[in-house]
């Protein structure tokens, strides 16, 4: 029992969990949550537009919006490239989220310690992860975790164990192991388009 989120979510002003797991595991990846207005925000390249009208469809009770745009390059790169933007209406539930998981700053609330599951997973994973693949050797997962400080990190950690699934912490990332890389993968894979 969580005080406060899931006695919100549980009167009716939540989420389906389909909707809650995508929201939770785009917060931990490329998404935000808009003070002002209490909407999710997430963006990807024209490259994932796919990928973003998929989290469009699974986002629909929050009745989500996508502009497809021109934005400024980085220096040295071309002058502009396009990106996807899916951005929902703004909602109670989000609201709710945008106190668990902002402060000064993202975090991580301390209950993905015991709620993190593996659809939540496989959307930080699309989002922020990869799997490095090394000359012959086996391939290695990785998730960048750059937004997050060591108390975060200790959360996510915890979180992951308790689904079976060892990371060390280093270089900005949550690295896995050959073996663990394999588990990730197939705790992931139903969930992944």
């Known amino acids: 029992w969580l005080p406060g989120l899931f006695g919100r979510v549980a009167t009716g002003q939540g989420l389906s969990p389909l909707a809650f797991d995508v929201v939770c595991g785009t917060l931990l990846g490329d998404g935000h949550i808009r003070p002002a207005t209490s909407l999710l925000s997430l963006g990807h390249s024209a490259q994932q ?12 009770e929050l009745r989500p919006v996508v502009d ?3 934005v400024a390059a980085v220096s040295g ?55 490095r693949l090394r000359p012959g050797r086996q391939p290695v997962a990785e998730i960048a975790t750059c ?3 060591e108390r975060d990190l200790s959360v996510l950690v915890e979180g992951l164990l308790r689904l ?30």
């Open 49 to 60: 537009r796919d990928y973003a009208l998929f989290k469009f469809r699974l986002l629909a």
């Open 68 to 70: 497809e745009m021109q």
């Open 77 to 131: 790169g071309a002058k502009s490239y396009s990106i996807v933007q899916v951005r929902t209406r703004a909602h109670r539930a989000l609201r709710i989220l945008r106190q668990e998981f902002y402060s000064a700053r993202k975090r991580v609330p301390p209950w993905m310690a015991t709620r993190l599951n593996e659809r939540m997973l496989a959307f930080w994973f699309m989002d922020d992860g990869h799997t």
């Open 147 to 149: 937004a997050f400080d």
């Open 164 to 193: 079976g699934l060892r990371a060390t912490v280093g270089r900005g990332r949550l690295h896995f192991d050959v073996a663990a890389t394999r588990q990730l993968s197939e705790r992931i894979a139903s969930f992944v388009p």
